[in-house]
């Protein structure tokens, strides 16, 4: 158990609708990642955290956005949903602003249909 | 443009044998090289890694063997069991964002 905990673990929804994913840190951690994991792309980095700012963004689309809240959770919202963004997503944890060593939570299957 | 390049894609390797997985990145500003360990149905977990200032670091039956001319660098598990059956990344860092390789899929027989 890394201490990362996401929710919801699987999630079915249609093309246009909206969800949001939550995510909880392992207790003092700071920094929250998002990443998403496809078969054809890999893990991908979203955006990243630092005790509530944003820190540094990825291939993260337009319509995706997060943020950190003051509990330190996070959430990430994606909208407009396409077939394509079915995937797994990842949220991560680390102590640090600048530290290699991420915990990974369980992820939230995602599925557009 | 991928990053880091991983090879091979998957890999069936005997119990007792010598899995290895290599990895290429590309850009030299990357100061930091993990391993993640990812079973079905669960995150990554990091296995070990490497800073560019050691050509190898081991642990147990893992090896990281890191070549910085090369920019490559490489996963050797020893004594392969089953349970090692899993994917692994290779991955690169710069100030934390963690670029990942594609993957293997590693099965080791019994």
């Known amino acids: 158990d890394s201490g990362v905990t996401q929710t919801p673990k699987h999630l079915i929804t249609a093309t246009g609708q909206r969800v949001t994913l939550r995510c909880s840190p392992r207790?003092?951690?700071?920094?929250v990642y998002w990443y998403q994991q496809s078969l054809d792309q890999g893990l991908q980095f979203l955006i990243q955290?630092?005790?509530?700012?944003?820190?540094a963004k990825g291939n993260i689309l337009e319509r995706f956005s997060a943020q950190q809240f003051p509990d330190l959770h996070s959430e990430l919202n994606l909208s407009s949903l396409e077939l394509g963004d079915s995937a797994l997503y990842f949220c991560?944890?680390?102590?640090?602003?600048?530290?290699?060593?991420?915990?990974f939570g369980e992820g939230s299957r995602l599925t557009v249909l | 443009q991928q990053q880091v390049k991983q090879s091979p894609q998957s890999l069936i390797v005997q119990k007792g044998g010598i899995s290895i997985i290599n990895c290429a990145y590309e850009?030299?500003?990357?100061?930091?090289f993990p391993w993640y360990q990812q079973f079905p149905g669960k995150g990554p977990a990091l296995l070990i890694a490497?800073?560019?200032?050691?050509s190898e670091k081991k642990e147990g039956r893992f090896t990281i063997s890191f070549n910085k001319s090369a920019k490559q660098f490489s996963l050797h598990i020893m004594d392969s069991q089953p349970g090692d059956s899993a994917t692994y990344f290779c991955?690169?860092?710069?100030?934390?964002?963690?670029?990942f390789g594609k993957g293997t899929m590693l099965l080791v027989s019994p």
């Open positions: 991560a944890s680390s102590a640090q602003a600048v530290d290699g060593e991420l915990f």
């Open positions: 207790s003092g951690d700071l920094s």
């Open positions: 955290y630092y005790n509530g700012e944003e820190r």
């Open positions: 850009n030299t500003a990357f100061d930091y």
């Open positions: 490497i800073r560019p200032d050691v």
């Open positions: 991955a690169a860092s710069k100030t934390s964002t963690l670029t």
